[in-house]
Structures are given as structure tokens and as C-alpha cells.
């Protein structure tokens, strides 16, 4: 009898500043390297399009027209091209695939919904929807036979922009005259009283642009019929693989269990990857089993500007009342909310708009009212930050306008309005996303804000000023904090394996579209089960390996996987101790699992002798009693080998009662509320006096998002976040015109920032702990972004000495405004004065 | 975003690329680098029948000579080796200037000097400072070579004299006089990017270091490069207080820029009073070194 494994040196012990999940040593919480990052930075990562070459192209006859009813396709011209396999439109369509692709998200305040076909039934609501699907041979045959496709159009008017919608002069959907897909109206207290009897009061009209998500990898679907197994193997470039899979099971009228849906590597996904399914999710399945063959459609760059989704596009109208320190006494927003010309994911973007608009800050009321606005654009669904990032702008705007009102440092002024830490859980009496309480779990936003000040030097930066001044330069500072809700539900599963060879194997339903899961999930995995992380493999967005799930969205996948896959570790480790304690004939609470073993604890250091042990390994081939060997490790397991089972002396079945075979379980994390990360910003800005060019000179983060369990990857979702963030203040701008005519569909004309208009960025972090999970951690993927508009307006603003009330902002725009600040047409600040050489802002927050 | 089928000729030689593109006529179009006519065929903006690749054709056209009175860059001297070009850089430092700002080094190491020039677009750097060194363009056809004076060469936006046939052998960059500053300033939305407002200017000053000429060529500002001579507003001023405020109000009174949605025309206008006087200084400066040596 062999049970004892090699004596293997002890890990070291935890450093104290990377706190582990129970006290054990372990790669929790530790900046472990991406493991994903050499396969990936070195081309061998697996993307949509390196799958499937011998697959058939698919590629879509799309509309030039905003809105058009369609007289005749007359496909004649493109039957003469060499190649082509197919061409189909919507009088082809068959089943559930003819019908609109469903509503996501229904929501009682959603009136009118509407989903648009996979392709169009007779009319066209924006430039981009798929009109004809072509399958050829390849790509450049299907795109020559698109070209031949001659579609007789009737032009309807195009309403474009939130005005036009809201004016209603002409309407998207004619059975919605006045283009309100939705209207809703949360409150708390009676706002307009309390505004009406408020000391001061403010009205501010505050915008931002459209923008969108803008992956480098588009979408991409490629999929394969096995006619005789009646099966259907589908990979998709999506953030849910596991929901693209029922909703096409449903729509093919395939069982569920026939129907696999595989996410390879993802070249980013943002938010528009949620989206689902899109029609090419359900065209490439249904016309690869129509005609037997293997198809795939890769997204290319115009098509994704002009057929995937775009987001941000409100309008808000602020009515504040306060008092003579800055509180706010009462707060009305009614905002208009573009959703484009569809609304498949429900009106998730505006709630969050309305309720993330809090932020840190308890108001005396609240009133908020939204419409939700057809307009023949592009669909509009979450972008990272996902309505949170419109929410901020206004509410910071408010921050500074006020402290501008009552002459207060603007840092003040915030912490004067904060929800203060003896106050959590903190309930602002509202509805979130999710459909549950707005209730935030933990959080200290003055010590947040306290940090960052410190970060940024807040209270130094007169100096700044008046030495920049004195060279003929311009500089402002800006401050924005903001809550996130992340970690939102309904729930995430993982499966936990430890095969025979003592690897372990973790798998979860949600995907990854580079936030370093194959990382962070290994780490917890590892330190759950007291293995070497180098023996850790993690599959995600694979529906063979984990059918059930949810998706990646909402900086929800540390929360809600990372939980799974510690519930699902934790049962294997139970597994093992009571598996080993029988093996070992000692008691559980006697056993230690470290490094790959299971040792009797103290037996070792009494007499300088290994203890009794047993690898993990041998473990996963007990826990699997076998009649077969097809290994010496196997062998161990067999009937004749005296150790199968947890009983090795043989008197009990081979698989204990209440056990099952094999050293595996699943676990679940289902959250009865979200959790609340929150973090303040702060950045330096220099506005060039002459061509008026914004160059972000610093920029601080100061972020809290609960127990982090890799900081390095939290640093980089804040680095990446923040680059949206300035991309988003000063770049960004989806540009329709009058026609409903894109006109920067191209990475020439729609900005993202490169690497040379990013700032450094300079972090600091607290650690509030989520009581609401096991891990305690709270999302951080969408942290950066938020106040990103926010805190380079209030910069701009400070260095200009005139409200900014619209971003992004242009150097272009923000000459223009120059000239009508002189003019006379825009005020000035009223600390304007006192932004000149010489003078100071200080009055320290307490 | 895939092209539609068309022929591909890869020729050994100038004469038989030039023959080619006889052969085809209309429908022939040269691929050099491929910087901007890449795109613009994925994107279905132009579908030529022939495409005649002369990226063959290094040993005879990828050249960047420099002698006495001129810099000569062949057609398919690539953007980085005319910037690198320490030769050059020394006779006419304003094409380095220049090139810097054409988009970034991996376009650079790829798309060619003369590729831009014809290409013509009005936001692109190369064609003003052809024009601000009074260059010619060598055309080669069947029926023989031909120069034409930049002048006579952009026609308007993506439009230039170069007809069918032709193959731009070469851009010929004449040398300032001595005593000659230049400088390239632009402003664009991010590094790298087409300028929505740019010039380069070159200073010339006396024996005493007054200015004795300015010029500029100005781009993103109307449908060809604009040349303006400043040398009225500033001549016989010092070169270390000219007056290029006054060079800056000539300049934007001799454009007329269009609006986009980066800029409006006023926003542009302003741009080239102001980038004229930073590269009036800039360029004086230079001069002034260029007379020290």
C-alpha cells in the first residue's frame, strides 16, 4: 500500500498585502501575470475568423436608406456570378426565423416595443439592416453577387436626433405616432416641492453624443449541421454563448441538447457582444442547415458602424434645489433617450442612466423621468458603462455648477452631499436593473474622495495654475466620482474537475472577451484547492464544457463566476478531505490540502518524518472506483487494488452513499442584489489658448471594488477603462446626418483615442469588501469609463471659466465656444475671477 | 470590405510597366504602396479592371538622390527612407519635417513619397511641400517621359494632371537659396491623423538676417495644397521679430476651408493664423541657424 506521495517543500506563506480567501496560502489576490497573454500578444490566439476556411461566406445586402419601404428585389443581375450558392431574402424565411428576433428584456414602462427581422419584411428603419443574405464560395463572390442585388426603394422620411423624435413630426414605426418606446418615472420624496422651496435653485440642459462600443474583432458566426447526428455546432464572436444557444435552439426549433455554441478568443466585445442574437446568428444556422454545408460571416468594420449597435445619445434637463452650503435639497431630471430603431434589449441603458445618476450622493428628493425615443439609427444597447457614464455627466455637472453657485470648492461640495460609511447599506429607493432595491452594500466615498484629492495634490493645484499662467499656459482640474452597480444577476455556474493526473480543470458558462479569466478564475481555483495555479486550466464561453450561464456584461464575471467557481472548488476540496480522510484512516479536521496534497496536519513536525499524505491526484482516482485500469494510476482504483472507493477496507459500496463518482462539482452563485463598487477621478488638463487643443496631463483613479483578486488585472481594466473614458470626453462622436446617413463609418473619421492620447494613469484603491458574496469582490470592468466625460468637463470647464455642458468635446467646439463666451452668448463661471494668476481655491473638505 | 476581382500585373521594369499601363489605359492603376489605394478598393470606391504592382521595380525607382540645386525621390522610395534620408535632410530639411506628420511609422515604412503626391488628397502633407519647393513631377508613358511643374499638377481633391498611362517615374523637390528656414506645424485630432489644419513655411533672410522672403503651403484648407507668399507682410523685419501675426491675417484671407465634423471653416481659418505664426518663428529660427554655419 503506496498512499504516500513525494514530500514536497511547503508553499511560502501569504504576504501580508495579498490577502487569500481563508488565510491560506495561495495565488489569491496576488498580481499573477495574464496566462493568457503570450498566446495572445503572439498571434495564436483562435478568433472567429481563423476558424472554418473551408466553410461557405455569407454576406449581406444591406440598406442604404434610413427608411424606405422595398417595392422589388430583383436578384437576376446576381444569379450570373460564378460562386454563388444562395441568395435569400425575407420571403424565404421560414418557421420562427420569419418572425422578429425576440425582446430580451421586457420591461412594463417599455409601451411599445419593437425587434426588428432578420431580415427586412417589406421596410426598412435604418441605414445598415440586413435586406438579403448572399452565400457564395468566398467572400469577394458573395460581396460581387450583394452588388448585383437591384432593390427597388420608396424613401419614407427619416427621423433623426432626439428632437425630431420627440417632436414627432414624422414616426419610425407608424403605429407608434409620437415614437415613444418607453416612458418611466421613478421618484423618491416629492422633488418638485422640494426644489420650489429650496433656497437656490439651477436648471441645466446637459448632453452627450452618440458613441459606440467599436471592438477591433466585429462579430462573426460560423456554423456546422451534422445532418446525421441532427446536431448543430455554432462558434459565435458573442458575450453569451450560452444564451446565443437556447435563443437559437428556440428559433431553429432544434432540442436544446442538439445545439453546442462555442466563443473562441474575442477581440473585445465592450457590450455590443450581449446583444443577441443577432440576425446573422440566426441567418448562418439556419442557411447551413438549409443547404448542408458549412457557413461563416465575418462582420467587416463599415458593417459593424452600421448594423451592430451604438449607445450613449441622451438628452437631460436638470432642475436642482439647494441650500447655502451646496446640499441638494431636491433633484429633477427628464432626460430623452435615443434607442434607435429597435428596442431588443429593453430599456436597460436609460434605468441605469436613471438610477447610477445617485452616485455617491444622498439626495434630499429624487425625481427622474425618461422617454425612450425611436429614430431610424442604429439599435442603441449597453456600451461598457452601459448608461452610467451619461448618468455621472449630469450628476457631477450638477456637483460643480453648484459649487460654482455658492462659491465652494467643488470638492466640498460633493463630500457635503455624500452617503457617509455608518449610513451603509444604504438604500436609495429605487429600482436597479436587475429589478431589485438600489441598495448599496458597502463603500467609505468621503475616504474615497479624500484619497483622490491626495492622488491629484487638489489642494496644491493653485500653484499649478499660477505657474502655468505665468508661462502663457491654460490649465483646469476636474474631479467626478460615481457608485456602479456590478455584479448583477440572475446567476453564473462552474464546474470544478480534478483529473487523475492532479491537473485541475474549471469551467464556466460566461465568456471572455480578454479580461483575463483564464487568470483570475485559475487563481481562486487554486487557492480554494491548495494546488500550483500552473495546474489550473480554465474554459469559458464553451456550452460542451458548461451549458449553463448568463454572460459577460456589467462587471459581473469576478462576482458571479469568481463565486461559482469558489463554491464549486470548495465542494471538490470536501470531496477530497472526506475521501482522504477515509484513505488515510484519520479524521477530516485532521487533514491539510496544500500544494497538491492532503497531509495529516502536525504529524510531520512532531518527529521530523512525513506524516501520512496523499496526492490530490490519487485522490481523483479514488474518487472514481473502477472495474477497468487503463493506467498504472487507474490501477489503483480497480476491485482487486484494496483502495477503491472511500472505503478502502471493503466493507461499503465502492461509491459511498450520497457520493458520486469522480473528484468534480459544480457550484453556484446566485446574488439577491447587486453589488456596489464606487471610485472618485480626478485629472489635470492644459487647453492650448490658441487652437484650443485638450491635452489630459494627469489623471488619477482612485477606485474601490470590494477584495481584489489579481490587482494587476484590476489596474487594467481601469487603465483600459480610462482610455475609453477619454476616447469617449474628447474623440468619440457617432455622427448621422439630416438623411439618417452614417457619415464616419470608418476608423478614419469615428476618433478612438491611439496610445499617444492616453494618459498615464495614476491609481490608489480602498478595499470595502461585498457582504453580499463569498469572496467579498465587486466589479471593476466599466469603472474607468464612467466619469470619464465627467471629469475632463469639469477640467475643461476650470480651465476655461465656462460651463461645458455637452461632451465630447472638439477643439473645434471648443473655439467656437470661446468666440461666444466673448460674444457674450455663454456666461462665465462665477469662480472665473478667481481662476486668474494669484488667487487660490482653498476651502479643505473636513 | 473585399474588392472586386481585378487583373494583376507585376512588372520588371519601368518599360514594361509603362507598357502595361499603355495596354491598359483607363482601366490600369498603379499600386505602389498601397497606403490609401488598398483601402479604397476593399471599400468598393473605385474598381479598377488592373491593378500594375510596382513594387518590382526597387533597383530602378526606389531612390532618394540629393545633389546641388534639387532632391529627386523615386516612386517607390518609401515615406521612411525619404525621412531618413540624411542626405536629403541636409539639403531640404523640410521634407523630414513634413514626412514626420504623414500618418504613422507603419504607414510609412509602406506608402511612398511620390504615391502620395499623386494620390493628391488636399489633407496630405507631400503635395505642399512640392509646391513650396517649386518641384516637378517626372511622367513616364509609351510616348516618353514628361515633366510637369507643380503648378500644373493638382487639379483638385484626389484629381492631379497624371493621365491615363503614365507612370509617376519621380518627384523632383528644388533647394531653398541660402540662409533658408523651414518649418512644419499642423494641428490634427490625434497624432497621426490627417491634419485638420497644417502648413510648412520656408523663411529666407539676408546677409543682415532680415527676411527677404516667406512662403507657405497650406493643407485640409481648400481642394488643393494653397500656396500664399507672405514675404509683403514680413519682408525687412528682423528675423527674430517679424511681425507673423500680420503674415498669419494674409493666410486666412487667401483660404477657403470647407466644414467637416472634426472642424468648421472658421475653427480652420483660425488655425492658419495661427500655425502660421508658429511656424513663421520656428522657420525663422531655423534660418537663422541655417546662416550661422
Known sequence: MTIDAPVRPQAPPATPEAPATSGRPGPFGKAIPRREDLRLAAGDGRYLDDLGHEALAAAFLRSPHAHARIIDIDITDALGVDGLVAIYTYEDLDGRVAEPLPLLIPHPALHAPRTNYPLANGVVNHVGEAVAMVVATDRYIAEDAVERIRVQWEPLPAVVGLPAAFAAEHAVHPDVPDNVAAHMVQSVGEAHAAIDAAPYTMELALHVERSASMPLEGKGVYARWDADDRSLRMYSSTQTSTSVRFAIAAKLGIPVDRVEVVTPDVGGGFGVKIMHPWPEEVLVPWAAIRLGREVKWVEDRREHFISSAHERAQEHTVRVGFDADGRILGLDVRFLHDNGAYTPYGIIVPIISSTQLLGPYKLGSYRVEFHSLYTNTVLVTPYRGAGRAHGCFVMERVMDAIADHRGLDRAVVRERNMIQPDEMPYDQGLIFQDGRPLIYDTGDFPASLHKALALVDWSGFAAVRDAARAEGRSVGIGLATYVEGTGVGPYEGAHVRVETSGDVVVATGLTTQGQGHETVFAQIAAQELGVPIERVTVTTGDTRRFKYGVGTFASRSAVMSGNAVAAAARKVRAKALRLAAAALAADESELELADGEIVVRGFSSSDGLPGPRIALATVAVLANPLRYAFDEEAQRATQFSGQMGATPAGDGPPVAEGEEPGLEATGWYSPIRSTFANGVHACVVETDPETAEIKVLRYCVVHDCGTIINPMIVEGQVHGGVAQGVGGALYERIVYDESGQLVNASFMDFLMPYASEVPRVETDHLTSPSPLNPLGVKGVGEAGIIPGHAVIASAVEDAEGFRIDRMPISPSELWELRRRHAAGEVPSLRRASSLQPGSSLREEPA | ?293
Open chain 2, 1 to 293: 470590405m473585399k474588392p472586386p476581382a481585378f487583373v494583376y500585373h507585376r512588372p520588371g521594369s519601368v518599360a514594361e510597366a509603362v507598357e502595361t499601363l499603355a495596354e491598359l489605359g483607363a482601366d490600369g492603376k498603379v499600386l505602389a504602396g498601397g497606403q490609401s489605394l488598398v483601402p479604397v478598393l476593399n471599400m468598393r470606391l473605385a474598381a479598377p479592371a488592373a491593378l500594375v504592382d510596382i513594387n518590382r521595380l526597387g533597383a530602378e525607382l526606389a531612390f532618394v538622390e540629393t545633389t546641388a540645386d534639387r532632391v529627386r525621390v523615386g516612386a517607390l522610395a518609401r515615406h521612411a527612407q525619404t525621412e531618413r534620408d540624411e542626405a536629403a535632410f541636409a539639403a531640404l530639411p523640410l521634407l523630414r519635417q513634413a514626412t514626420r506628420h504623414v500618418a504613422h511609422q507603419t504607414i510609412r515604412n509602406r506608402g511612398t513619397t511620390v504615391g502620395s503626391i499623386v494620390h493628391a488628397d488636399p489633407a496630405a502633407e507631400l503635395p505642399a511641400v512640392l509646391m513650396l519647393c517649386d518641384g516637378t513631377m517626372e511622367l513616364a508613358s509609351a510616348g516618353g517621359t514628361r515633366s510637369v511643374l507643380v503648378a500644373d499638377f493638382f487639379l483638385g481633391p484626389l484629381e492631379s494632371s497624371l493621365s491615363y498611362g503614365e507612370l509617376a517615374l519621380a518627384a523632383t523637390f528644388s533647394l531653398p537659396p541660402p540662409r533658408t528656414g523651414s518649418a512644419w506645424v499642423e494641428v490634427s485630432r490625434r497624432a497621426g491623423d490627417y491634419a485638420l489644419c497644417g502648413l510648412g513655411l520656408t523663411v529666407s533672410l539676408d546677409e543682415d538676417g532680415r527676411i527677404s522672403r516667406a512662403r507657405a503651403a497650406y493643407i485640409s484648407v481648400g481642394p488643393t495644397p494653397v500656396l500664399v507668399d507672405l514675404t509683403d507682410a514680413v519682408a525687412g523685419q528682423a528675423h527674430d521679430a517679424a511681425d507673423w501675426s500680420a503674415a498669419g491675417a494674409l493666410a486666412a484671407g487667401k483660404v477657403d476651408p470647407d466644414e467637416d465634423i472634426h472642424a468648421t471653416a472658421d475653427y480652420r481659418r483660425h488655425l492658419v493664423g495661427v500655425l502660421t505664426s508658429r511656424a513663421g518663428r520656428a522657420a525663422s529660427a531655423h534660418a537663422a541657424k541655417a546662416a550661422d554655419r
